[in-house]
């Protein structure tokens, strides 16, 4: 069955539950970070991120220096906005994040937290020169510890 809508009216609001945003965010890997700039207004930045449910915590990997690194130093509110492959549904997980120490030993903590939120490298000297790598970009970790998770979207039926 189709559905046939009036001119200028579409499906209405879906309210997922917050375990229907949840499994939103675990089945993507890119969403986009909104930080606060200096000016009061929302700089959003496009992340890879990893989901913990059980945690309750987005983890991101960026390089010291960046925008939403240093935005966050200077208010550690956020959000992450996650869509759907069709754009009818949407999750956002807000709290506050803190952002780790920069790497700066190949398999220092930072480097071992990033290492984690990567594929297994089939080549073990991949893994030595990813932790290298972190090191040299001045890699860290943003955790945002979300306490408030919901989702949104159309309810086509």
Same mark, same amino acid.
């Given at each position: 069955?189709?559905?046939?809508?009036?001119?200028?009216?579409?499906?209405?609001?879906?309210?997922?539950?917050?375990?229907?945003?949840?499994?939103?965010?675990?089945?993507?890997?890119?969403?986009?970070?909104?930080?606060?700039?200096?000016?009061?207004?929302?700089?959003?930045?496009?992340?890879?991120?990893?989901?913990?449910?059980?945690?309750?915590?987005?983890?991101?990997?960026?390089?010291?220096? $960046?925008?939403?690194?240093?935005?966050?130093?200077?208010?550690? $509110?956020?959000?992450?906005?996650?869509?759907?492959?069709?754009?009818?549904?949407?999750?956002?997980?807000?709290?506050?994040?803190?952002?780790?120490?920069?790497?700066?030993?190949?398999?220092?903590?930072?480097?071992?937290?990033?290492?984690?939120?990567?594929?297994?490298? +089939? +080549?073990?000297?991949?893994?030595?020169?990813?932790? $290298?790598?972190?090191?040299?970009?001045?890699?860290?970790?943003?955790?945002?510890?979300?306490? $408030?998770?919901?989702?949104?979207?159309? +309810?086509?039926?």
């Amino acid at each position: 069955m189709t559905t046939v809508y009036e001119p200028g009216r579409g499906p209405g609001p879906a309210r997922p539950t917050e375990e229907a945003s949840s499994r939103l965010l675990s089945a993507h890997s890119l969403g986009a970070l909104a930080t606060v700039n200096r000016a009061g207004h929302p700089h959003l930045s496009t992340v890879a991120y990893a989901w913990d449910p059980a945690e309750r915590v987005v983890r991101i990997g960026s390089a010291a220096g $960046r925008a939403k690194v240093r935005q966050l130093a200077n208010n550690p $509110r956020a959000s992450l906005y996650v869509s759907s492959e069709d754009h009818l549904a949407f999750a956002v997980a807000e709290g506050v994040a803190e952002v780790s120490p920069v790497s700066t030993v190949p398999g220092d903590e930072t480097g071992r937290a990033l290492l984690a939120m990567q594929a297994p490298f +089939d +080549d073990p000297g991949d893994e030595a020169a990813f932790l $290298r790598n972190m090191v040299e970009d001045r890699r860290v970790v943003i955790r945002l510890r979300v306490d $408030r998770l919901y989702g949104g979207g159309l +309810d086509v039926g």
